[in-house]
């Protein structure tokens, strides 16, 4: 089993729907989690980290279960420009090395 | 603030050859990260600095890859000498602390031919 397990799609929703992808971790000591964004060819970048009460960025929300293992990401009211890869990272803690899932890939369509 | 660079962008290299790869993190950033993505993988990391220490070097494949971050601020990692298997996009990042987001450069694209 991976230590990060994500979906990788592709996820293909219209204009102006909400989608929501869900990431599995596999050590129960994580502490940090995060979701970042990678556009075709270009470097990860931060999209959000994930607290345990659950954050929320304008269109973006994302939660964490700690008990069942999961983090999710929901975007409402896609848009063209959402369309990327998501990646789920988990770190478990202090000097622990940074675990990525293999991402899922998101195409809005007009 | 300038964010984390890396050099070169591209490098296409044959087998046997010696490439070295640079990053410069964020000003302050005392971790300092690599990372390696090989076509339709996870990114994987590779190793983890603090300052010029060597945190956690688990990731490194073996001992043709040599890390280095000599006065605590640019690294370096050499592939010496490159294999196939090498080739990928190598990624940079680095952070004020662990735990914290990681900052990610654009990465350099190897290519061993």
């Known amino acids: 089993r991976k230590e990060v397990e994500q979906d990788p799609g592709p996820f293909n929703v219209p204009e102006g729907a909400t989608v929501a992808f869900n990431c599995t971790y596999s050590?129960?000591?994580?502490?940090?989690f995060f979701w970042y964004r990678q556009d075709c060819r270009k470097e990860p970048k931060l999209l959000m980290s994930v607290y345990s009460s659950g954050n929320e960025d304008g269109r973006f929300t994302a939660q964490l279960n700690r008990a069942s293992q999961y983090i999710s990401l929901l975007i409402r009211d896609s848009k063209l420009s959402d369309s990327a890869t998501y990646l789920c990272v988990v770190n478990s803690g202090g000097y622990q090395k940074v675990t990525f899932g293999i991402g899922t890939k998101l195409q809005v369509i007009p | 603030e300038a964010g984390v660079t890396q050099f070169p962008s591209h490098s296409v290299i044959e087998k046997g050859q010696t490439v070295t790869l640079r990053c410069d993190p964020i000003?302050?950033?005392?971790?300092l990260y690599w990372y390696r993505r090989v076509m339709g993988k996870e990114i994987k990391f590779l190793l983890h600095f603090v300052k010029e220490s060597k945190q956690d070097e688990s990731g490194m494949p073996n001992n043709r890859f040599l890390a280095e971050r000599t006065g605590g601020t640019y690294s370096t990692l050499k592939v010496q000498p490159a294999e196939l298997e090498d080739s990928g996009v190598y990624f940079c990042?680095?952070?004020?602390?662990?735990?914290?987001?990681?900052?990610f450069g654009p990465g350099t694209r190897l290519t061993v031919l």
């Open positions: 050590n129960s000591a994580s502490q940090s």
């Open positions: 000003s302050g950033h005392d971790n």
């Open positions: 990042a680095s952070s004020q602390a662990p735990g914290l987001p990681q900052y």
